[in-house]
């Protein structure tokens, strides 16, 4: 599926919103429990870091965004990502895509580590980044209980993923 990558839009967010959704739902995305509002989407992430790719009728089929690691200066050119594909569009390489892109525009505005953390039952994801050029870091045993979803009430792993750029 080809897609064209562009900045997410204000507008974008009822699409945005609902990708970011079915990813919680599924409980294998994220430890958030429910979507942020799209004012605290905003200002949580880097500008110029928050990408949409849209199918030829404009739709939005995905999104990544990046965040910073940390407020320390040392860590200043380290960002963590998430991407998400809306389920209908899976396998098509949109994430793939995405992450190409939130790679390069990461490196013009002088970023140089990409990481994240991904649940190991995450399978789908793993392989997209892999695919994408992220190398495995680092496994984190127990590092957070859910208290929500399909997993409530267990302790889960998260595998440290990283790109350098």
């Not at 974008?12 to 989407?41: C, H, K, L, Q």
């Amino acid at each position: 599926m080809s897609a064209e990558i562009r900045e997410m839009i204000p507008s974008d967010w009822a699409a945005v919103e609902r990708i970011y959704a079915a990813g919680i739902e599924g409980g294998n995305a994220t430890f958030t429990i429910s979507t942020p509002s799209m004012e605290d989407f905003f200002a949580g992430r880097i500008p110029g870091l928050n990408l949409v790719a849209t199918s030829a009728d404009g739709a939005v089929q995905g999104w990544a965004a990046a965040t910073p690691t940390s407020t320390r200066e040392v860590y200043q050119g380290v960002i963590e990502h998430s991407v998400y594909v809306n389920p209908g569009a899976a396998g098509r390489g949109i994430g793939l895509i995405l992450l190409q892109a939130l790679a390069e525009r990461a490196r013009e505005l002088g970023y140089w580590s990409i990481q994240s953390s991904i649940f190991p039952e995450n399978s789908p994801s793993l392989a997209l980044h892999d695919k994408a050029g992220f190398r495995r870091i680092g496994h984190r045993e127990r590092i957070a209980h859910m208290d929500y979803g399909p997993h409530a009430g267990t302790w889960r792993d998260t595998i440290l993923v990283e790109q350098r750029l």
